[in-house]
């Protein structure tokens, strides 16, 4: 059918517009996804991020008959990739997969080439990890009053690396800083595999990441976790008691997202969070749970509230600090 709104009245015409481009949005939203969709994952193989995402890439392939393909975009504190998405057309087939990192990093830069909140669409809150405290075989201690004792000796001797400067380890790390009067010497690494690499090598002597990284080295014995940072103990860590048994009160998660371009379709975005939400309640949930996350579902203006609140008090943690990227 053809429409012609040259000639209609001025109101007439922007009235017939806005229902041409809900039609329009709306058969777009019914035929979707028709193609591959491509999932950004601004840092390298081989990190917690990376195996999170991929399984859910997973998920998302077997559920709405499109490949999900996994692009990993490291570079720039996760700038790299995140950017790539927020310049990508916003028709739902170019999505960002993150971690609290995206919303904290930026807070710590001069300047980032997008704005988080303006420039991207919320789509779901997929999974809270809480974080371990790895430490290395090399520097003798067995739990979490030890490794104080070990760094009060020491200030500022003992290195804890961070995955990305202003990721949820890298405040939590101060935050024990903060909670022990303690002095660590942190150092950022480009994603939490090659820290944990040095980390069993034994050129670093602890990182604060989600469990979800550790627990393979743990149980094989190639370092120690003294701790969790949930409230409770985990159910595949039970005999690793939780810093808060040490430290009352002590608690810290860094939190999984998935976010499209801003512009994109509100029927597509709708369509996104009804798809992870089955997901994270599959067996892919069974699977992670075990491996200390926490699954959670919810809207997208669940996940919206929820970032701006953690938006707010990490940015208290990172001005207090001066936490900057240099």
Same mark, same amino acid.
């Given at each position: 059918m053809r429409v012609c709104i040259r000639f209609m009245p001025t109101a007439r015409r922007a009235l017939m517009a806005c229902v041409l481009g809900l039609w329009a949005g709306a058969v777009a939203a019914q035929t979707y996804p028709a193609r591959p969709i491509r999932m950004v994952i601004p840092f390298p193989p081989g990190g917690t991020l990376d195996a999170v995402g991929r399984a859910l890439a997973q998920k998302l392939s077997e559920q709405m008959g499109q490949t999900v393909i996994v692009d990993n975009r490291a570079?720039?504190?996760?700038?790299?990739?995140?950017?790539?998405?927020?310049?990508?057309?916003?028709?739902?087939?170019?999505?960002?997969?993150?971690?609290?990192?995206?919303?904290?990093?930026?807070?710590?830069?001069?300047?980032?080439?997008?704005?988080?909140?303006?420039?991207?669409?919320?789509?779901?809150?997929?999974?809270?990890?809480?974080?371990?405290?790895?430490?290395?075989?090399?520097?003798?201690?067995?739990?979490?009053?030890?490794?104080?004792?070990?760094?009060k000796a020491a200030p500022g001797k003992l290195n804890f690396a961070v995955g990305s400067v202003g990721s949820a380890g890298h405040l939590c790390t101060v935050r024990f800083e903060q909670a022990t009067g303690t002095s660590l010497s942190i150092i950022p690494y480009r994603g939490t595999a090659p820290a944990f690499q040095d980390l069993v090598g034994g050129q670093i002597e602890g990182f604060?990441?989600?469990?979800?990284?550790?627990?393979?080295?743990?149980?094989?014995?190639?370092? %120690?976790?003294v701790g969790v940072t949930a409230k409770t103990r985990l159910p595949n860590l039970p005999e690793v008691p939780t810093v808060a048994e040490t430290l009352p009160g002590f608690e810290c998660n860094t939190w999984y997202g998935l976010w499209a371009p801003? %512009?994109?379709?509100?029927?597509?975005?709708?369509?996104?969070?009804?798809?992870?939400?089955?997901?994270?309640?599959?067996?892919?949930?069974?699977?992670?749970?075990?491996?200390?996350?926490?699954?959670?579902?919810?809207?997208?203006?669940?996940?919206?509230?929820?970032?701006?609140?953690?938006?707010?008090?990490?940015?208290?943690?990172?001005?207090?600090?001066?936490?900057?990227?240099?």
């Open positions: 570079g720039g504190n996760g700038i790299i990739g995140g950017d790539a998405v927020a310049k990508a057309a916003e028709d739902g087939y170019t999505l960002l997969f993150n971690a609290s990192t995206f919303v904290t990093a930026p807070m710590t830069m001069r300047s980032v080439p997008y704005d988080v909140v303006k420039d991207f669409a919320p789509i779901s809150l997929v999974a809270l990890a809480p974080l371990s405290v790895a430490i290395s075989n090399k520097l003798g201690v067995s739990d979490v009053r030890g490794l104080v004792a070990a760094a604060i990441d989600p469990v979800l990284g550790s627990v393979q080295f743990h149980r094989g014995g190639q370092l %120690k976790v801003a %512009k994109t379709s509100a029927d597509i975005t709708a369509r996104l969070n009804a798809e992870v939400n089955k997901a994270i309640g599959s067996d892919m949930k069974d699977r992670f749970v075990q491996l200390g996350l926490v699954f959670t579902p919810g809207s997208i203006d669940d996940f919206a509230r929820f970032q701006r609140e953690d938006m707010a008090r990490s940015q208290k943690i990172i001005t207090d600090k001066n936490i900057r990227l240099e």
